[in-house]
């Protein structure tokens, strides 16, 4: 074979190669997502795969603001719950998506002491403090900082929180990733870093619904897998109380997957009188882990779509819809009732700070703050 005929098949093949990268690759795309009531503009990125799967992240909130998903018969739908504006986030405010930080779940009291000092932060859930305070990272507008294409499509956001914001102590440099392949994962990593001790514990507060938001059969028909033994009982006020419950014979064993019918509405078990369902911190029996590990697995028969949960971090708390009344329409003009979507908050267990039992959510200068989480999709024939 002649040299300048080897040649010629080497470029192809390269071309070849290089035309099939770009064909598997994953798409980002930034654009406008209109404006809030003040007149701020909201930009938003759309993350998408090959395998139809694609996930839009607007900056207010560093929120998941919609997460496209096929069915067994190729139907796409959005499994998340939310609004189709950005002002709808803004005037009529819930827990869709967004970024929770500087602290997920609730502190008792929001109070908690650090190195001998005591701190008061905001108080947002009557007595105790909720998902950050008045005014948490949900609440913000993150900047975006780069957008990229490639193996993963993906996209970097920031925010600065200042030293006193809600009360908590130290500057907290924060930024997070969103990133979608082509197999149907999104990778979420939060990290952040700190000038002084303080606390953090962040995570996505997306609700979903696998059959599509606004479904008229809701959640009660899918099956959900949680490979923990035990859990954290609350009282009154959805505080933990301290005690490390086994799940085992209870509405709370979801160790082999149950329907979500079976027990939602189980007023035999004070557990679920208290919080009207299930709003309860699960002890991952893998413990904090360097990569992220099984949370949940979430099972739509009707669909076959699937939902996975993963986390570097110990717990996972779920969340079945309890306080969404009907009285918020969120995407497409649907009327949001209880049952009609659940969350899976990978994170520490609520209330660390106050239960040195649980561990620690203590962040020091020079030990950056990690927590990756991935929601995987795909179907099941």
Known sequence: ??????????????????????????????????????????????????????????TLG?????????????????????????ASYVTAPNFWGQTIGRYANRIAGGRFTLDGKPYQITLNDKTNTLHGGTVGFDKHIWKIVSVTNGAQAKVVMTLTSPAGDQGYPGTLSVKVTYALD??????????????????????????????GEGSATGIYGQRLTIPARRYTPVNATLIPTGELKPVA??????????????????????????????????VLDKGATPEPGLAARVEDPASGRVLEVLTTEPGVQFYSGNFLDGSLVGKSGHVYRMGDGLALEPQKFPDTPNQPAFGSARVDPGKPYHHRMIYRVSVAR
Not at 9 to 38: C, D, M, W, Y
Not at 63 to 75: E, H, I, K, V, Y
Not at 249 to 272: C, E, N
């Open 62 to 86: 560093a929120t998941l603001q919609s997460f496209n998903a096929p069915d067994r018969n190729g139907r796409t739908a959005d499994i998340t719950l939310g609004y189709d504006d950005a």
């Open 249 to 282: 014979g209870t509405v709370f064993d979801f160790t082999k997957g149950r329907a979500l019918s079976d027990g939602i509405r189980d007023g035999r078990d004070p557990q679920i009188v208290i919080a009207h369902g299930w709003d309860h911190n699960f």
């Open 182 to 211: 082509d197999k149907g994962a999104l990778t979420i990593d939060f990290d952040a870093t700190t000038d002084a001790p303080t606390i953090v514990n962040m995570t996505n507060h997306a609700l979903f619904d696998l059959a």
């Open 1 to 58: 074979m002649r040299a300048i005929e080897k040649t010629g098949i080497i470029v192809a093949a390269v071309l070849t190669a290089l035309s099939t990268q770009a064909v598997q690759a994953a798409s980002a795309k930034r654009e406008s997502f209109g404006k809030l009531p003040n007149g701020t503009a909201i930009e938003a990125v759309t993350l998408t795969g090959t395998n139809g799967v694609s996930a839009r992240i607007m």
